[in-house]
């Protein structure tokens, strides 16, 4: 079976998985569920900047900021249709990571990250306090919302299958991508830029190409982030979210579609995971103000720190390197 | 024959050093064309000069007769001029037919649209360059390992999927710094059929080696570099018994009195 055939199997699985998830799920399980997708097609973006091409980029939640802004604004204050913003948010993005990536790509190692932390900020102090346009703190309320045609369904539940989509079609062409010449220049760059440029790869314009796909798709996740919400705030863009992204792809399997996917759910879980087992501390006979229960409660963040430490230094390949050792011990 | 790659004065300093100075040479199609000299001669400077890694103090290089003194590298890739490194630089993380796909479509156009849009005639061109990348490894014994990772195969063996790679696309020029370095005497058999290969293709070669007996019976022309110039050029013959050239590696007889 040709490799293409396979992934379209892996992808209708995953559709159906996803169809039995949206009509066995009620309530909040469900939110998290979609929130994960968008998660997944965030990281997914930042795998071809990041895996790929070696651009350590802590700057990925601006451009999903970006998406959400320009989709809100114009639907909210200008009463744009759809049709309207959802491409000019996508094209702003685009536009936007081409200029900096300009600048940005003449820097190496943490220099570039440290430039990519400075766009992040710089956009999310224009959304705090330009506040004629942002609103600022107060965000964005009222957007229209992609589920709005179908009022006698829950939101969750009617979004599910939008999200699982885009989710899915992101899948498919991040794989084509991966195994296109442009995929295979990009990991050409990150592994050996001098060689790179020696077999014909012109290096500057595919860290431009990764970097503002990067963006691209980031937006894509905004924009479906502020027409499920419904409401978007700074916050929601902020560096420690870019920071998590990062967290993710590295947790899942840095330069793997696959990874990217296996982070983005794993760790849009994990807090919810730990809520459970503090209530099931608590009903244990746990006391409910004690370290145990209230780390398990709020301390996600540093489980967060904790695994990606173990994962940098027990699983370079993250989780999804983890399932293909697990894979070639068995067979 | 015609002249494929030529230099003119070429002049590389770093600082007060002089790495390269006032090397001229030519180089024609299907000729073996070595460059030898003790260590820190200023060789793999001349062939980064020449490669585009490194951009000349003084002096031109002519490809095909066009001046591309301070053309990027890969643009000079896709004008029909490819290397290889001292230390063999593969990309690890793909796999041997995808190092070699990757140097297979030098200035080929390309664009996004197609690769996400599933065009038939981006799956056209992708074959293409993948039955290509497949003749350059089948050439070099390579096809039963291209699937492998790069990082699984032994020294030997990743030294050639470099001049695989550095072969896959049509290249006229081929720049080889110290190929056999590293090798074992089955391997070093294997490498002077692959550049005899190269020869009868007309590509023009040009080889750096410290191995004189490689050089020697191989080359058709051999230049001479000591502390970055050009101190003779000749046939292996004439470098042989050049005085200058022995007394570059053995020492003057007053610096042994």
């Known amino acids: 079976m040709s490799a293409d055939k396979r992934q379209l199997i892996w992808l209708a699985l995953a559709a159906a998985l996803l169809a039995v998830a949206g009509l066995t799920l009620e309530g909040y399980s469900l939110r998290l569920l979609n929130l994960a997708l968008l998660n997944v ?39 744009w249709p759809l049709w309207a913003s959802v491409p000019t948010a996508l094209i702003a ?32 102090l224009v959304a705090k306090n330009w506040i004629e346009v942002t609103n600022g703190y107060n965000g964005v309320p009222g957007i229209p919302r992609l589920t709005d045609a179908w009022p006698a369904v829950p939101t969750e539940k009617a979004f599910l299958p939008i999200v699982g989509a885009m989710a899915l079609v992101v899948i498919w062409l991040a794989l084509r991508l991966r195994h296109s010449h442009l995929g295979r220049a990009m990991i050409a760059v990150r592994d050996d830029e001098t060689a790179a440029v020696t077999v014909g790869i012109d290096v500057g314009r595919i860290k431009v190409l990764a970097f503002t796909l990067s963006g691209v798709v980031g937006a894509l996740s905004g924009v479906l982030f502020a027409h499920y919400t419904g409401f978007i705030s700074p916050t929601d863009f902020a560096v420690a979210q870019s920071i998590l992204f990062l967290m993710m792809l590295v947790v899942g399997g840095e330069a793997s579609v696959l990874g990217a996917i296996l982070g983005a759910v794993a ?5 919810e995971l730990m809520r459970d087992l503090a209530a099931a501390y608590v009903s244990a006979g746990g006391g409910e103000k004690d370290v145990i229960a209230r780390m398990l409660k709020d301390g996600y963040l540093v489980v967060y720190g904790l695994i990606t430490l173990a994962v940098l230094m027990a699983l370079p390949k993250g989780l999804a390197g983890l399932i293909t050792k697990l894979r070639g011990a068995r067979s | ?137 089948k050439r070099l014994n390579l096809w039963d390992m291209r699937d492998k990772y790069v990082g699984e195969l032994p020294f030997g063996v990743q030294r050639n999927v470099e001049i ?54 191989w080359s058709d022309r051999v230049a001479v570099l000591n502390f970055g110039e050009k101190i003779a050029e000749g046939t292996p013959t004439d470098i042989r018994t050049n005085p200058k050239v022995i007394e570059a590696y053995l020492g003057s007889e007053d610096a042994h009195a």
């Open chain 1, 41 to 79: 097609i965030t990281v997914i973006g930042l795998n071809f900047a990041y895996g790929y091409c070696g651009i350590i980029h802590l700057g990925q939640a601006a451009f999903v900021g970006i998406g959400a802004y320009v989709t809100a604004l114009t639907t909210v204050k200008l009463s």
């Open chain 1, 93 to 124: 993005s685009a536009v936007f990571a081409l200029i900096v990536s300009v600048p940005l790509i003449r820097l190496k190692g943490h220099y570039l990250a440290l430039a990519t932390v400075g766009v992040n900020v710089i956009l999310e």
């Open chain 1, 267 to 271: 760790l849009t879980f994990l807090p």
């Open chain 2, 1 to 137: 024959m015609s002249i494929v790659l030529e230099t003119k004065n070429l002049t590389k300093t770093f600082g007060g050093l002089m790495a390269v100075s006032d090397v001229s040479l030519a180089v024609r199609a299907g000729e073996a064309f070595a460059v030898i000299g003790p260590n820190g001669a200023g060789k793999s400077t001349f062939l980064n000069l020449l490669s585009g890694l490194a951009a000349p103090t003084h002096g031109d290089v002519y490809l095909n007769g066009v001046r591309v003194t301070g053309t990027p590298a890969h643009t000079l890739r896709r004008a029909g001029l490819s290397r290889t490194f001292q230390n063999g630089r593969l990309f690890a993380r793909l796999t041997v037919l995808e190092n070699v796909m990757a140097g297979a479509c030098p200035g080929e156009k390309q664009d996004l649209l197609g690769v996400l849009g599933a065009r038939g005639s981006y799956n056209r061109w992708q074959a293409a360059l993948e039955a290509r990348a497949g003749d350059a490894l």
């Open chain 2, 164 to 217: 695989a790679r550095a072969l896959a696309a049509e290249a006229k020029v081929v720049l080889l710094d110290e190929p056999a370095a590293g090798l074992n005497l089955g391997e070093r058999v294997a490498l002077v059929n692959t550049l005899n290969d190269m020869k009868a293709q007309g590509l023009a070669v040009v080889l750096i080696e410290h191995d004189m007996g490689l050089v020697m019976s």
